[in-house]
């Protein structure tokens, strides 16, 4: 009794006689002004959001302020790394510069950028990437490569080592962390950022179209060997060689083997030996 009563299917007051009241009727005595009350707190609930919304430009503006404001930023996540390149990549407006050292690029990094530097490059933006000879021997850098390559991306390889780093428009520079692989530092203060392109400059120049024809591939390995017989030379371990040339230490070991036999050196020792003190030095060195 006490249900039907609250739902409004019975009406009269204590003493009265009770009436059954039409379903229709209960709605409207009943839902109709819980309606009323959402639809009054449902357009209170837009006003107060367009109104705390017109704020948004505002803010915005003074977020965008605050960055152009802080000249360095230091990012210690890989995933801050990676918002920060997207986000630039995005608002990119006449050049990307990149150097990528390591050799091989990872086939998930390589499937992250290859939409990204795709888009920069349908809006016209220019791009030049280096790499070390060594990226021109792995499978998937070599096709990510010839991809951006045909979309008009320009690239390049050198034989020796060099840091990380991007700049975009000649404004915002990202270069490596040092003792963090992972990290980055984003350099908005203009000399520094042309400093970053004066560097990038000079490297683009000493480093070498990089071309797929097979004649150009065994110059650029005779490149690396010659890379190779330099730092031996110069008595760096093998896998400090690796590192520098961007390849695996087993690679690198083969090499080094392959110079030691046709040498006819017993040991590394005597390797370097017979390098250094052959006519032409190094120049000289079997390839």
């Known amino acids: ?3 039907l009563l609250d739902m409004g299917l019975l009406h009269g007051g204590p003493g009265d006689e009770l009436r059954a009241v039409a379903p229709e009727e209960a709605v409207a005595r009943v839902v109709g002004p819980l309606d ?3 639809r009054t707190r449902r357009t209170l609930a837009e006003e107060r959001r367009a109104s705390i919304m017109a704020f948004l430009p505002v803010f915005q503006s003074s977020q965008y302020s605050r960055e152009k404001e802080s000249k360095f930023e230091v990012l210690e996540e890989l995933s801050q790394v990676r918002a920060v390149i997207a986000d630039l ?11 990528q050292p390591g050799g091989a690029r990872d086939e998930d990094t390589l499937k992250e950028a290859a939409p990204r530097d795709r888009d920069a490059l349908d809006r016209g933006v220019r791009m030049r990437v280096l790499y070390q000879h060594t990226a021109r021997f792995n499978p998937n850098t070599a096709s990510y490569i010839d991809h951006i390559s045909e979309l ?33 530092v984003v350099v908005r203060e203009p000399h ?11 490297l683009w120049l000493s480093a070498e179209p ?4 097979s004649g150009a591939r065994a110059e650029v390995a005779g490149d690396v060997r010659q890379a190779i017989v330099r730092l031996l030379v110069e008595g760096l371990t093998d896998a400090s060689i690796a590192t520098r040339l961007g390849m695996s230490v ?6 080094i083997a392959d110079v030691m036999e046709e040498l ?23 390839a």
């Open 36 to 38: 009323r009350e959402i």
């Open 89 to 99: 990549a995005a608002r990119a407006r006449t050049e990307i510069l990149t150097a």
């Open 1 to 3: 009794m006490r249900e």
């Open 210 to 213: 990089c071309a797929v024809a």
């Open 264 to 286: 006819g050196a017993q040991s590394r020792f005597q390797a370097g030996y017979l390098l250094a003190s052959a006519p032409g030095g190094t120049d000289n060195a079997p």
């Open 192 to 202: 520094m950022v042309a400093f970053v392109v004066e560097t990038y400059e000079r």
């Open 152 to 184: 008009g991306a320009q690239v390049r390889t050198m034989d020796d080592h060099f840091s990380r780093l991007l700049v975009f428009d000649a404004e915002t520079a990202i270069i490596s962390l040092p003792g963090n692989p992972r990290g980055a």
């Open 250 to 255: 087993r690679t690198c070991r083969r090499h």
